[in-house]
């Protein structure tokens, strides 16, 4: 099953210039998105892990189904002040400012094999701080998987550059 054809291109959203990728779409097809999380414990089958992290919020969506398929504890990084408990935060940067992502002080143990999730990949700063949270728990990282990587912002690059394991489903170069 192609998967681009069910992923969405929203030109200038939401600047001029970005085409946007929107995976909803892709979520709101059921065979489509079935398929979607079988590439994804098919990518990672040969890693060892205890536990999905997602990204708020697409990263919720496919961390979470694919948490469920393989048994395993979801851990939700999520956007700055909507967890309820402990937590530690990191910053990082946006194209037009800063944000935050933060993660519960219990949400692993010491020692735990962590995969991270997220929709896409672009310049890297959400990912970064993710995979920089769940080392200051005490995590390892055994990589950080997206459905879409998008190479020319040189998100991916980044991540490998800190020894982070990166693996896509799609890629949308020079696109």
Not at 162 to 174: D, N
Request: aromatic share 8%; with cysteine; charged share 25%.
């Amino acid at each position: 099953m192609d998967l681009k054809k069910y992923i969405r291109t929203v030109p200038n959203f939401p600047n001029d210039g970005i085409m946007f990728r929107d995976v909803t779409t892709l979520f709101n097809h059921a065979g489509a998105f079935k398929k979607t999380v079988s590439q994804f414990k098919d990518l990672w089958r040969e890693d060892k892990f205890e536990a999905i992290a997602g990204i708020d919020a697409r990263g919720f969506i496919i961390g979470g189904a694919l948490a469920t398929k393989l048994d395993m504890p979801f851990i939700a990084l999520r956007k700055k002040g909507k967890l309820p408990y402990k937590t530690i935060s990191e910053e990082y940067d946006l194209e037009y400012g800063k944000a935050s992502l933060e993660i519960h002080t219990d949400a692993i143990q010491n020692g735990d094999s962590v995969l991270i999730v997220d929709d896409l990949i672009a310049t890297g700063g959400t990912a970064i701080a993710g995979v920089n949270l769940i080392k200051a728990l005490g995590g390892n990282i055994v990589g950080c998987g997206f459905i879409i990587d998008l190479p020319d912002l040189g998100g991916a690059k980044k991540l490998e550059d800190l020894g982070v394991k990166v693996k896509s489903l799609i890629s949308y170069s020079g696109e």
